[in-house]
């Protein structure tokens, strides 16, 4: 991995991303993880949605949408 950045996204929730650039060998890469407590408070469809929410704010941010 190259960077990896921790986001609060709600309380007790978590999220880390983590990326990964091109390298001629291998693809650029981004891949998100909750950390174990997330089975705590959001169940799986939950989940789904705030990923996907996040997932699409960050593109809007960057522009490129």
Same mark, same amino acid.
């Given at each position: +991995?190259?960077? +990896? &950045? %921790?986001?609060?996204?709600? *309380?007790?929730? *978590?999220?880390?991303?983590?990326?990964?650039?091109?390298?001629?060998?291998? *693809?650029?890469? +981004? %891949?998100?993880? #909750?950390?174990?407590?997330?089975?705590? #408070?959001?169940? +799986?469809?939950?989940? #789904?949605?705030?990923?996907?929410?996040? &997932?699409? %704010?960050?593109i809007q941010?960057?522009?490129?949408?």
């Amino acid at each position: +991995a190259d960077t +990896a &950045v %921790r986001l609060n996204l709600l *309380p007790f929730i *978590p999220m880390t991303i983590v990326l990964s650039v091109d390298d001629g060998e291998f *693809p650029a890469d +981004a %891949r998100l993880f #909750y950390d174990e407590t997330v089975e705590n #408070y959001l169940d +799986a469809e939950q989940t #789904y949605f705030l990923t996907s929410l996040t &997932v699409t %704010r960050l593109i809007q941010s960057t522009g490129d949408i």
